[in-house]
């Protein structure tokens, strides 16, 4: 049973092309979500991995 589901979404910026074609591009920011009701807003992205990690951490030690 997964007690914790973590979750870090990347943000991307997508402009329209001609012919159909979508351009993304990274933003250097993303979310982080957790099943337990984590939200971390829009960060940083290396901040984001650091958050995730954290929680991982912190959730796996109060279950012991």
């Known amino acids: 049973m997964v007690e914790h589901e973590t979750v ?3 943000i ?5 092309r001609p012919g159909g074609w979508v351009e993304r591009e990274a933003t250097g920011r993303a979310v982080v979500r957790c099943t337990c009701g984590l939200d971390s807003g829009i ?3 290396t901040q984001a991995v650091q958050i995730a990690d954290d929680h991982r951490r912190t959730s796996a030690e109060a279950r012991t």
């Open 43 to 45: 960060v940083a992205a």
């Open 12 to 16: 991307s910026r997508a402009a329209a």
């Open 8 to 10: 870090v979404h990347d």
